[in-house]
């Protein structure tokens, strides 16, 4: 499975609102600026992210985005789904229609199937929160790192 830069900007901003969760609203030009996109191509991600149901907006002054539901109940197969659609590996291991007239003689689909169930628990297995905790542990490594320099 190759992530779009769709994929890959969505999920990071997501973390960004989970890191904030419970602080208010973190607004457009915000979340932009952390991924080094433009607020036009955020807001397309977004758009997906609130038709999934995973984020809220609010206008005004204090404004912006945030989760719809706490970081701990957001699984991260949920928000990929709602970025790129399907997260199979390849059509002949899809969970919904098997997209190959070769399936049952194919000598490799076996693999395929491994690594698409193994890629199936990832997703599963891990939320939002997870992210954004490693992420936090991540940046304070990074900051102590560059405070030695």
């Known amino acids: 499975m190759k992530l779009s830069t769709r994929g890959r900007y969505g999920i990071k901003a997501m973390v960004d609102l989970a ?6 609203n973190v607004s457009a030009s915000s979340l932009a600026a952390q991924q080094g996109i433009s607020e036009a191509y955020l807001e397309q991600l977004i758009a997906s992210l609130k038709k999934a149901g995973l984020v809220v907006s609010a206008r005004g002054a204090l404004g912006g985005y ?3 539901r706490a970081p701990e109940n957001i699984g991260v197969g949920e928000i990929l789904r709602a970025l790129e659609g399907s997260t199979d590996l390849i059509g002949c291991v899809s969970s919904d229609k098997v997209d190959c007239g070769n399936a049952c003689s194919c ?3 076996p693999l395929w199937l491994k690594l698409q169930s193994r890629i199936n628990d990832v997703l599963s297995s891990t939320t939002l ?3 954004a905790d490693d992420y936090t542990i991540q940046k304070r490594r990074c900051e102590k790192h560059e405070s030695l320099s």
Do not use: H, I, P
């Open 129 to 131: 929160k997870d992210m």
């Open 107 to 109: 000598s490799a689909r």
């Open 19 to 24: 890191v904030e969760y419970g602080n208010g």
């Open 66 to 68: 945030t989760l719809s």
